[in-house]
């Protein structure tokens, strides 16, 4: 598994994704010591971003997703790669009727918390879907950066309605249905019986300096994604970030 570990993802999006992977490469090398994949289920999978390249790392992958045409999509594409991808449509509230209990030792849920009619529902079911001893990886969307990138925009009032509405929306014409903090991020963990394990800042300079000097050149890019690592942890910057991954644990007891 080490040699397949070490494998980056294909594609673009390098510089704004390198916190994230880092991070996931990290879990699964922790609940993955040796040999042998993993089972992994990435729920609102979509078009199979992260489901395939892990499928490619060697892991056993299901991804549920309740839009049939993105389920089309990542059957194209991991087809295209040459990897399995067991595709399921459904709600993620319906994860232990599809899946059962303990089924994954890994449950991603990337950039679908925002969208759920229920967030603690939805984490209630995350969490019986992974094994005692698993993670949950969760990706979010900020509510600090959504402030700060309105207010760097002018939108003076957005921002200040960003982080005074408790969905942290800007307003009627905002297109994403809920951003989190790090405190709402992890009371929904806690609230679902799960241990906050850790939590990185993803994408805090990388959205916020012109993409001309991100991708200069590759020394530009490597020193970014460099700089962006630090600051992930950074317990002040990390809050500051576009989006907010938090990794969870389930207590083997
Ligand atoms: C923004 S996309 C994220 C896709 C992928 N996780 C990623 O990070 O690239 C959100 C995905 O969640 C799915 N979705 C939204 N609400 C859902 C729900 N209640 N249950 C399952 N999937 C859902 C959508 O169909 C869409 O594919």
Request: charged share 25%; glycine share 10%.
């Amino acid at each position: 598994m080490d040699g397949r570990q070490q494998k980056r993802p294909r594609g673009g999006g390098r510089v704004r994704n390198a916190v994230l992977w880092d991070a996931l490469r990290t879990v699964l090398d922790r609940i993955a010591p040796e040999d042998g994949p993993r089972d992994v289920v990435d729920v609102g999978g979509g078009t199979g971003g992260f489901a395939v390249p892990l499928a490619e790392l060697g892991h056993r992958v299901t991804v549920v997703d309740s839009n049939p045409d993105a389920l089309a999509a990542l059957e194209r594409r991991a087809a295209e790669s040459g990897v399995r991808v067991r595709s399921l449509q459904g709600d993620a509230i319906d994860l232990p009727d599809l899946l059962g209990p303990d089924a994954a030792d890994l449950v991603l849920c990337h950039s679908v918390l925002e969208y759920v009619d229920d967030p603690a529902a939805a984490m209630t079911a995350l969490t019986g879907t992974v094994r005692p001893g698993g993670s949950v990886s969760l990706l979010t969307a900020g509510q600090v950066a959504a402030a700060l990138h309105r207010a760097i925009a002018g939108h003076f009032d957005d921002a200040r309605r960003v982080l005074t509405g408790t969905s942290g929306r800007w307003g009627e014409g905002d297109r994403m249905p809920r951003r989190f903090t790090r405190e709402t991020l992890s009371s929904l963990v806690r609230g679902a019986g799960l241990r906050v394990a850790e939590l990185h800042g993803v994408r805090i300079f990388a959205d916020l300096v012109p993409s001309g000097l991100a991708d200069a050149d590759a020394d530009s890019a490597e020193a970014l994604i460099a700089l962006e690592s630090v600051a992930a942890v950074h317990p002040v910057l990390r809050d500051l970030a576009t989006q907010l991954h938090l990794v969870a644990d389930k207590p083997v007891s």
